[in-house]
């Protein structure tokens, strides 16, 4: 029933907006539309207010009352105008997801009188609502913060993000406010608010080495640019709907390897199917009207598996809207009876989904730091920005590969298709070539400036010149798939990162490493300057050329799949963390703590504490979920389906016994099910008893709980997986109760 409802549903097809004219609006027009600009807030206010707002955002000044009030006047009529009736101050639990708690405009105008009261209806949003509200937040993860009796927590809102408008019920519409969420005592309590304060660091950090390079550049602010590459799956809904490991932990536990997969490698930018580009167009409009720059769609490698691109953007605006696409993406793949899925392996066997984190700085002029320009070799701003990061990964690898650890991700990582638990950078052949001129002081080799470095696409094959094809600028760099951190032309990319996590905190990571790496340069160009005003460029070298040499080991141009990078890691002592449990022991290793809490300061000692425990509790949770799932399904559905094709088989042998038939294939069929059946049941027990286990041992320290579910149960899941896997292959398919890998990919 549930294939010949998805091949015989209707299809749904919005329409793309229109001009009066009937014409197609072009995107440009839509972009924006339900974002509470800083244009239309320019109109809607008095110009004073408005600067006065300007100079907060800056961080000036802060936020006085008046301007408050008048901000959320202006917003509450240009909301109402479009329908809404309600406001929210959307914020970033430490859940991965995004929180909302709705309040209304509705207020009442009471007056008491002597023989009762009178009530007059009134919308209201004041300027106190705007900045702040207090949900009574006590039961998302604080790690220990925070006890249920002392719940309060905060949101307030976050000015560096723009208010926007969402779909509320019956034509209605919701007014989202960007929030942080932090708590009584001012912990963060949130993703952002990390993010925020790394971003800001890292400004200073970044600001000080330039003001010393060249203090005519006048730059006050550097910015952490962010572009998100999300990877997912959309399969359709009742095949979603009959899979309860699906529904439950997000990926399949059980399930075959259909003969075609991903082997003939047809589907990496094939024809995007039909009802999934009809989703994801409408997904692209809503995110348009969210003034989300989307740019790029595609089919990535597995069957059923898509990616969409934005153009980046600031990072925490770029945080906040990847979280909004994720939820678009679920809400408008559930109106066209999809289901989307951002597991990082929710198939095992084919690809798994990534969300590659496209990372750089610029300042305040719009110039990237990490752009190598013409002539890398001579501008050793760039060398010495680029050199920060290496430093910074070279210390804090160990940080990076905590902020992607998850038990989802885990499954992803390591194997054949992601990134390993080793962090090392991909310069690529031309920097490469770079660093080792400046180190050796030598002229570089075979390196043309890459501005008129082309490639001949037209060029001569068999002496036949394919005049139509014109020349194309090369890139400075070739890709390297297999490295969690790559250089790519102007940026790094962060490939570990999971798809299903916010990528704030890898983000916020990565930016407290580098902050310490620029640091510490700054601090050893000014002991190599001396007493002059400004680094001379001998001096500048002498750095560069110390950097050079010291950041060697991080970089790797290798395969890193290779079992010979394992063994060379190990040889220059990179960290190989191989599971997440493992990992999250170094977020509280002291250099990595001091770094964090001290040196760059952005954490307290309990908010990374707290994080400590949540990251722990968190996995140990996914791995209990997913034990107690697979023995429901086991339990419940596939060994009562074994022995109802077992017992089939019996009353057809019986049957043919009496006519005096002794051997039969349903004998010899019975025969091989046996063993079979045994071994999942023996397995199914074993899992049960390493589930229970895993709950007696509840009160333990976290790490070594988390630690035991990664050692005990998630073996006992894999095994009895093996034994489960291999009877769907021996069950006549009528017995079968799941949807198989077949249906579930291939039905799209
Ligand atoms: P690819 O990863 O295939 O090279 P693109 O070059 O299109 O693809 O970039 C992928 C993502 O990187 C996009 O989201 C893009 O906006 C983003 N990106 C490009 N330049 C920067 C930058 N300076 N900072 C952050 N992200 C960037
Ligand atoms: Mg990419």
Redesign the pocket.
Known sequence: NALVAAATRPKRDIEFPRKEDGRPKYSSEVYGENVFTLKTMAKALPKPIFASFLRQRRGRQNLDKTTADSIAHAVRVWAMDRGATHYTHWFQPQTGATAEKHDAFLSLLTNFTPGGEESTAIDQFSGGELLQSEPDASSFPSGGMRTTFEARGYTIWDTSSLMFLRRGPHGTAILYIPSVFISYNGDALDEKTGLLRSNEVLSRAACGLINLLEPEAHVNHVYT?????QEFFLIDRTMYALRPDLKITGRTLVGQLPPRHQQLEDHYFGRIPGRVMRAISEVELECMRLGIPV??RHNEVAPAQFEI????EEAAVAVDHNLLTMDILHKVAHRHNLRVLFHEKPFKGVNGSGK?C???I?TDHGE?LLDPTVRPETNYRFILFLLAVLRGLQEHAALLRVAISSSSNEHRLGAQEAPPGIISAFLGDQLTEVLDAIEEDRPLKNFSVPQFQSIKVGGTVLDVKVAALPSIARDLTDRNRTSPFAF????F?FRAVGSKQSPSFPVTVLNCAVTAAIQEMTEALRAQMGSKPRPSEEDKLVVIRRYIAMTKSVRFEGDNYSEAWVAEAARRGLPNIKSAPEAYTYLIQEKHKRMLTEEIGIFSDGELLSRYYILNERYAKDVIIEAETMQTIVGQQILPAALEYRKSLAESAAALKTIGVEASPEIDTLNELTPLTKDLQAAYVALQEAARKLIDHEGHDANVHAQFAHDVVGPAIARTREAADALETAVADKFWPLPKYTELLLTI
Not at 225 to 229: A, K, P, Q, S, V
Not at 309 to 312: E, L, R, V
Not at 488 to 491: A, L, M, V
């Open positions: 640019t962010l572009g998100t590459e740019k790029t691109a934005p153009i980046f590659h496209n990372w750089a610029a990237n790519t032309g102007n940026k990319e």
